[in-house]
């Protein structure tokens, strides 16, 4: 009887709940017993939409981080946010963000700041977590006392769950180190923590825990091969069962390695390392459990399911019992319920699957296997229904398009002349003085801003009334900036719903949810529109907000776009052809759109690039293919401008240091890019590689609602001009400010353009 289990479920609420109980919260509106019951009823209600699968997931809820909360139940909590209080709670908030919650009910000192943990992204998702540090001296000491409440709230409600946590190697592997030590010399200390957290499970009863390891999808040089080994050799105790899984890629080399470690079974991602099973099947001991990953944890397609049982069932007949089936990955990087979309086009609607629904084509998969597709024949028959209309879809296939890509040729990406040549005629036209400042785009999607688009969204605000509202934020945004003496300007982006989804709703070949939320970060949600068919343009999308914006003032005023990579990598896209296609079509797109802003007198032009590195392959093996694409796609978008136009990109939380050499190639005028979490560690990548163009190093983080000092940004450019030539430094924040208050957002930048001028002084 194959088993079916879940590596784990979305923990934000099917209406963003978590999001709203969490910011509530944090601006004392709400107390610690309400955060708590809301917490509460979220995971009894995951749980539920879990039911009628054999084994749920206990542990993947979280306040914030996965991550984090490993850091804080192994006691690996940063020196700065140590002895603060005595509650666990706001120091765990601290280190999320900066801060804790604002005064109420006696939280004594929860106000006190400290300086935020770094972010940056989990493997190749839009998901970031907080870094791990570590030095020589870190200890480690267990604090169990969340999940083994999360276990027992679902044994009170009669689910029989397995805990989901941080495998040990990979929690090493996802740290950094704050001094010179090596983080494998930490290990021993660690499995020692890891092995009395296994003792504690076993205690409560807990037949199985879920270790995830995904770092075994990537290349590991032998000390870290070794280090598996050593660590799951101690944490064999017989006393419980370990489950060790893998997921975003193939095992490929590690496939020996991971079939033999002392565990009980191995959960495979088959959806992205298919050609792993077949030699998995010859390897695995006779006694140990294989977890097939058959449903796409990572996109919102609806599965085969014909397809994936016609080569299931042959593997179901030589493991029996040995067998179960999950998603490829924990359902977190998916919306929680298609069913709570009654506005999505109804045919594309028909091609997609939730988390809900992914969870209920697993419960198809397992009827067929253990009782016959004849069991399940209506819903077989339904979903080869969905399948082939989408395959047949006109609407997916655009000839005019097709022919488009094979069009592309060398020159559309190629600048008339070398950034050497372009500077100085921007350095004329553009008159900036030494640091210029800028910002990176969007400003605070105020109150006001929300309530005019969803009246107009609901018709009771017609085009004009909308356009006048936005026209006085596009003002207001003006005028402060103008107010702060900032150097080049932005409209602010009060006409933006989200970064893509606003270019996606006016590219043809898109279709979008209305609650279709996925956790970027904390309390941040994202909705990622659906790239179902080929893409083109039908009319410019920016060009009338941006030249009102430039109306209104005498400084530079940028053109802010999305390029055609984050786009791609921030869409749920189509599986029907690769992704390079896709991502040329966007660019083709975008391009008319940059030339057109060129054409209403715009000179300073921002094409985001925040998702460049979140694309590359888990293999370094396999990063040349991407990157070859990925740039070349920006460089079609941005490159058909004259010299005089400057062409601006952006970056954020990103290890970006082993693919500069790419950026370089982008040959984007300016870069700006996140530095403020890192304390300028990413400019480490300027040490051995002379970077030509200008950049942009973030020294505002704009994440945490902490307000940078003077003091702290002229330290971190400073830092910066030891790298890069001063001539050639922006100073900016290192991403927008949409999610921020404009309290917080004047301050912040009145202290960042103090700096610049403190600056110009000895520049």
Same mark, same amino acid.
């Given at each position: ?53 054999? =084994? ?8 914030y981080?996965?991550?984090?909360? =490993? ?5 690996? #909590? ?32 929860c ?9 940056? @992204? ?8 907080? &870094? ?53 010399a ?12 296994l ?17 075994l ?21 017989g006393?419980?069962?370990?489950? $060790? ?7 490929l ?26 030699p $998995?099947l ?81 419960? #198809?998969?397992?009827?067929a ?26 609407? &997916? ?9 094979f069009?592309?040729?060398p020159?559309?990406?190629?600048? @008339? ?62 005028? %402060? ?13 009060a006409?933006?719903?989200?970064m ?9 070949g ?25 893409i083109?343009?039908?009319?410019? =999308? ?37 992704r ?39 293999? @370094? ?19 058909? &401008? ?8 952006? =970056? ?7 693919? #500069? ?22 400019l480490?990548a ?57 309290? %917080? ?19």
């Amino acid at each position: 009887m194959v088993t079916t289990h879940n590596l784990g479920f979305p923990r934000i609420g099917a209406k963003r709940e978590l999001k709203f109980a969490l910011e509530s919260y944090w601006k004392g509106l709400s107390s610690r017993d309400e955060l708590a019951s809301a917490g509460g009823e979220l995971r009894q209600k995951n749980w539920t939409d879990q039911s009628g699968i054999d =084994m749920v997931a206990a542990g993947d809820f979280s306040f914030y981080d996965h991550v984090l909360d =490993m850091t804080f139940m192994l006691g690996n #909590i940063p020196e700065r946010a140590r002895g603060l209080t005595d509650d666990v709670l706001d120091n765990y908030f601290r280190v999320a963000r900066g801060r804790s919650a604002n005064v109420r009910g006696g939280h004594a000192g929860c106000c006190a700041e400290v300086a935020a943990g770094e972010m940056t @992204k989990w493997f190749d998702t839009n998901y970031h977590y907080i &870094v791990p540090e570590f030095t020589a001296d870190t200890t480690f000491k267990l604090d169990a006392s969340r999940l083994l409440a999360q276990l027992e709230e679902a044994r009170r409600a009669g689910f029989k769950a397995k805990p989901v946590i941080v495998g040990p190697v990979t929690y090493l592997a996802l740290g950094k180190t704050k001094d010179d030590s090596e983080r494998l010399a930490l290990l021993p200390r660690l499995v020692t923590v890891y092995a009395q957290l296994l003792d504690a499970l076993a205690e409560q009863g807990v037949e199985w825990v879920q270790l995830d390891e995904p770092i075994l999808v990537t290349e590991l040089d032998l000390d870290w091969q070794q280090a598996f080994n050593i660590a799951y050799r101690r944490l064999r105790n017989g006393r419980i069962k370990i489950l $060790l899984a893998t997921y975003f890629g193939e095992l490929l080399e590690n496939r020996y390695l991971a079939a033999n470690l002392p565990v009980d079974g191995l959960h495979l991602d088959a959806i992205n390392g298919r050609e792993d099973v077949a030699p $998995l099947l010859n390897l695995l001991a006779p006694y140990k459990v294989l977890s097939l990953g058959v449903i796409n944890g990572r996109n919102i397609w609806k599965t085969d399911l014909t397809a994936v049982l016609d080569w299931l069932e042959p593997i179901a007949q030589r493991l029996g019992d040995r067998l179960w089936i999950a998603p490829s990955c924990s359902l977190l990087h998916v919306p929680v319920d298609l069913n709570s979309e009654d506005r999505l086009d109804a045919e594309v609607k028909s091609w997609l699957a939730f988390a809900r629904q992914k969870l209920d084509e697993l419960k #198809i998969l397992a009827k067929a296997l253990r009782t016959g597709r004849a069991s399940v024949a209506g819903d077989l028959d339904a979903n080869k229904s969905a399948i082939d209309s989408r395959r047949n879809s006109p609407r &997916v296939h655009n000839p005019d398009v097709k022919a488009a890509l094979f069009g592309i040729t060398p020159e559309l990406g190629r600048r @008339k002349n070398p950034y050497s040549q372009r500077a100085p005629r921007q350095a004329e036209l553009l008159n900036l003085p030494a640091y210029p400042t800028t910002t990176i785009g969007s400003f605070p999607q105020t109150a006001e801003i929300r309530h005019a688009r969803s009246e107009y969204k609901a018709g009771r605000l017609d085009d004009d009334g909308y356009r006048r509202a936005m026209h006085a934020e596009i003002e207001r945004c003006v005028r %402060e900036q103008e107010s702060l003496d900032l150097d080049v300007l932005v409209h602010g982006e009060a006409e933006r719903n989200d970064m893509v989804e606003y270019f996606g709703e006016q590219l043809e070949g898109y279709a979008f949810s209305k609650l279709g939320w996925v956790q970027s970060y904390g309390s941040r949600c994202v909705k990622p529109p659906i790239l179902f068919g080929d893409i083109t343009r039908p009319k410019t =999308m920016t060009v009338e907000w941006i030249r009102y914006a430039q109306s209104l003032t005498q400084r530079p005023m940028k053109g802010m776009l999305t390029g055609p990579v984050t786009i791609l990598n921030w869409s749920f896209v189509r599986d029907d052809q690769p992704r390079s296609a896709s991502c040329y079509q966007l660019a083709l797109a975008i391009r008319h759109e940059v030339m057109d802003l060129e054409k209403a007198g715009v000179r300073v032009i921002q094409i985001d690039e925040a998702a460049l590195r979140e694309g590359l392959p888990l293999r @370094k093996s396999q990063w040349e293919r991407y990157l070859d694409w990925a740039v070349e796609s920006f460089r079609i978008t941005a490159n058909g &401008v004259a010299d005089e136009t400057q062409i601006h990109t952006h =970056m954020c939380y990103s290890e970006f240091n082993d693919i #500069i050499a790419s950026i370089a190639d982008m040959d984007a005028d300016v870069i700006t890019i996140e530095t403020s979490r890192s304390d300028m560690e990413l400019l480490d990548a300027f040490d051995d590689f002379n970077y030509p163009n200008e950049i942009g190093p973030g020294v505002y983080d704009i994440h945490s609602p902490n307000i940078p000092t003077q003091e702290h940004i002229e330290s971190l450019m400073k830092l910066a001009a030891k790298r890069i030539p001063a001539e050639r430094l922006w100073v900016n924040p290192d991403c927008g400010l949409k999610t921020r208050q404009w309290q %917080e957002v004047i301050p912040a930048l009145r202290n960042m353009v103090a700096a610049a001028k403190e600056l110009r002084k000895t520049a």
